[in-house]
């Protein structure tokens, strides 16, 4: 179980939990976004083309186990343009259907609709004079089928109707932060920690030797002897196979400068230091949220940790753990790694609920703003 490993220590729920088997294809995790104003994005675009002189087209994207960003990539690629020209409101999972809207600045509906790639559909275009920029949207509608259910209908049924009555008087779920914000070795929150503390030499230990079961065998194996033999780097990165190219990336430059973990960190993409030190501030807000529910205060919102925030004792006393204080969460070396703070909800609103049992399977409809992640209502479910 990785709940612990991000910081969520408690459920909101009483609702006994059952097995069942989640994402077994991408078919059973069906993402449409919402717009701003309420309009939901089609699995299935109408292709039909608009003419415009504007400098956006917009037009939506559907995906089946498609990376977003290695398709955008592929998109831009085949009308022979940047990638930069294509802009989005939010990121989707890749194991699952996906549809969203996407901002192409000078491309026409003609060129765009010529793209042919598979598991991709392309069509509602309209125009636009201004691109879509990230957080431009209401959040996602989801359809997420868990298959193999351990109970009868019967017992489903039970619980099922338990658990919504709970979602309606708490009106919604913890706004924990999801697995999907620490990556994919739950690990991204304490590179993030020794990126705030400024020991580089540990962030770049973290990220090139941090592993977990389910990763690839050559991926583990590489990490846990760069792991055992720190410092060996010349020996490592042979071991390191080429989908690993950031890690390369990192080792490539330490065998070349063996005591320059800033410069290494620095080969990694801007947007990631934030990512890492985000997933920091999450696993606080984690933790502190898990408190509140055990003391049953779930009103309100809670403050993120962050250099312009008012800290929470609780957070204080985090940070003296970790070595940190709230001066350091300001980064001089790694401006965009610095970490101002904001407000969240304790609780993240569920719209349109409803399920459906059939076959021994289950399936749950439901909308959630944006920010609010759908894992964190199936561990609340489940209890897994």
Not at 172 to 177: K, T
Not at 293 to 317: C, H, R, T
């Given at each position: 179980m990785n709940l612990p490993k991000i910081g969520i220590l408690s459920f909101a729920t009483q609702a006994e939990g059952f097995s069942g088997a989640v994402k077994k294809s991408p078919q059973d995790f069906v993402v449409q976004e919402i717009s701003a104003g309420g309009e939901i994005a089609s699995l299935a675009p109408d292709p039909t083309l608009i003419e415009h002189d504007l400098e956006y087209t917009d037009f939506t994207l559907a995906k089946t186990n498609w990376d977003q960003h290695i398709l955008l990539k592929k998109i831009a690629n085949r009308v022979g343009v940047s990638r930069k020209r294509l802009h989005y409101a939010g990121t989707k999972d890749k194991f699952a259907i996906t549809a969203q809207r996407i901002s192409a600045w000078k491309l026409s509906p003609s060129q765009l609709s010529a793209v042919r790639i598979k598991d991709c559909l392309i069509g509602d275009f309209s125009a636009s004079d201004k691109r879509l920029e990230l957080g431009d949207l209401w959040g996602n509608r989801f359809s997420i089928f868990v298959r193999d259910v351990s109970l009868s209908e019967k017992e489903l049924s039970a619980r099922l109707k338990e658990f919504s009555s709970e979602l309606k008087k708490l009106g919604?779920?913890?706004?924990?932060?999801g697995e999907q914000r620490f990556g994919m070795r739950f690990n991204n929150h304490l590179i993030g920690k020794e990126l705030l503390r400024g020991n580089l030499e540990l962030a770049c230990k973290h990220f090139l030797t941090d592993t977990i079961e389910t990763e690839l065998p050559d991926g583990k194996q590489a990490r846990e002897f760069l792991a055992e033999n720190w410092g060996s780097f010349s020996e490592a990165i042979?071991?390191?196979p080429n989908y690993m190219r950031f890690e390369r990336a990192l080792l490539n430059h330490l065998i070349q400068f063996p005591n320059d973990f800033v410069g290494a960190f620095k080969k990694l993409h801007k947007n990631n230091y934030k990512m890492f030190t985000h997933a920091y501030q999450s696993h606080i807000?984690?933790?502190?949220?898990?408190?509140?529910?055990?003391?049953?205060?779930?009103?309100?919102?809670?403050?993120?940790?962050?250099?312009?925030?008012?800290?929470?004792?609780?957070?204080?006393?985090?940070?003296?753990?970790d070595g940190l204080t709230k001066e350091t969460l300001r980064i001089k070396s790694f401006p965009e790694a610095s970490i101002s703070g904001s407000k969240r909800k304790c609780i993240a609103e569920i719209k349109n609920f409803s399920y459906l049992i059939e076959n021994n399977s289950l399936k749950l409809s439901f909308d959630l703003e944006k920010g609010s992640y759908a894992t964190v209502l199936l561990h609340e479910l489940l209890k897994e």
């Open positions: 919604g779920i913890p706004s924990f932060f042979s071991k390191y807000f984690n933790l502190e949220l898990s408190g509140r529910i055990k003391s049953g205060d779930l009103s309100g919102e809670m403050n993120l940790v962050g250099y312009n925030s008012d800290l929470s004792g609780f957070q204080l006393a985090i940070l003296e753990k």
